[in-house]
């Protein structure tokens, strides 16, 4: 009870965080208020549902419980508010966009593993379930999407995956193996944008 | 029987008419006619298969009944015979996929109240089922969709698909549901194209 | 036995030269070597993915057997580990892509046949499963999907498909069908860029 308790809980933390992100790019790009909130809700659900979709646990999460929508909502309403101020809050942000990383990919483990999936499907599961509401996002507004492009993000996921493989194979008490992996993929996250790093490319002979 | 008779002409009607503005689009961005009639399919059944995939009703309907692809088939040999003539049907276009629009969100949210599933969550359904095919279309064509950019167009889809529920609740018969809020919808979207209407955007400080 | 055994070395092949296409593509847009991985496996297993969820076979196959993932992992390290030679290997890489293309339009529709899906409609996942996973590999690199642009590329897979579901009407045995009707499609869209092929347009007034 208690552990579904902390799942549902850190699942509308990050639902409430992607949808910032997703809502403060529609108002970058000159959406209209109903287009900011499609964009919070694909961005903040989209992982999610691709993962239920790809395991088919249909109907998709977002379908059975309201609380996802209004997270979205109140994310989007809270930047149609503030918009004049979002200067301000770009930094706090990445930092949100990040932790709702972290929780993202450990949840999708975790639901991946009750299914039955192996580990490595699971892994890929946490991975898509923390990054595609952003690839989604980037493509409906016609942009490479930011994953293929630069910094340590994906790697983020993978890193964090690994962990909680790791520390779930040492039969760890489930939150604690969540909350410590989703801690690592967003440290993991934090320090590559402070630090600037980023995995190598390949050689191109055009540059 | 006379109710799934209107329902399934309804369905194919409105087909048709997303399958012309595919194919109408495919032809200006120069596409050869089997590229046409893959990006009429493509807007014609995008959004109701993505509402049959996120319910988890599958196989999907376009795959069960060949009525939808023969619908694709004709809106394409009709655009690629009058192409030259195309410029004159343009408010046409407009016009038809206003039509489309209103009957795709009635029968989206009938088919998802047949599954079980909760009002609100019907009424996303709908509005998935008529504006997805567009968005899919406009993703596949390189654009920022047209339901994130300008006009109301998921407004148009919100109002009628609330009407819809407001009806239902009263229990009136369900076509007469289903046409009166399929009207809804193509009435406010006309509107808001004839006079220009839209929605307010958040403040944007880099305007 | 022999047959599935034959089905899963052809499917296994198909995947990497369809994962070498999609490095090879993230390489030229400067992608970091995990960007290239997840767009090596998003081009390989989109086409199959995308059908077994309009089906309804969840979960999809790339979850539950870790072949496919090993396959794009080793076309990501060729590509990655020989990039400074790959103009000497674009010739190389559009003759295997043409075979991929063969290959996934095969064994969609011998998939299809076998989850009871009528003569069309399995023709139909056979052209997704072949193509879909290049066009989601172009929409994430924003651009305008090849399928849509120039070349016989769809008619190539409709044409070996044609000849699938003829063959297999004869009651013919299922390797010598899908080994034909690969060869088919193969040799169409090898013979359409080699003689620059392409289907007619719409008159286009804007030209």
Redesign the interface.
């Known amino acids: 009870m208690q552990f579904a308790g902390l799942i549902h809980f850190l699942d509308l933390a990050g639902t409430f965080v992607f949808a910032l992100s997703g809502a403060l790019i ?11 909130f ?2 919070a809700i694909v961005t903040a659900i989209g992982g999610g ?1 691709l993962r239920s ?4 646990a ?3 999460p977002f ?2 419980d ?1 609380s996802y ?1 209004i997270c979205c909502a109140l994310a989007t309403a809270l ?2 508010g503030f ?2 101020q ?2 301000k809050f770009s930094k706090a942000i990445l930092v949100f966009d990040a932790i709702g990383l972290g929780i993202f990919v450990s949840i999708g483990i975790s639901i991946a593993f009750s ?1 039955g ?2 580990n ?2 699971s892994l ?2 946490g991975i898509i379930t923390g990054s595609f509401g952003g ?1 989604i996002r980037d ?7 930011l ?4 910094e340590i993000y ?2 983020a996921c ?1 890193i964090g995956g690994l962990l909680f493989l790791f520390l779930h194979s040492l039969e760890l008490p489930s939150e604690l193996v969540i909350l410590l992996s989703a801690f690592l993929v967003c440290a993991v996250r934090l320090l590559a944008l402070h630090f600037d790093l ?10």
């Open positions: 529609a108002a970058k790009k000159k959406m209209d208020i109903l287009g900011m499609v964009l549902t979709v790809l395991i088919g249909t109907p998709v379908l059975q309201v929508l930047v149609f918009s004049h979002l200067g299914k999936l192996s490595w499907a890929l599961m690839v493509v409906l507004t016609a942009e490479i999407p994953i293929f492009q630069k994906a790697t993978l980023s995995l190598p490319k390949a050689f191109n002979p055009e540059n």
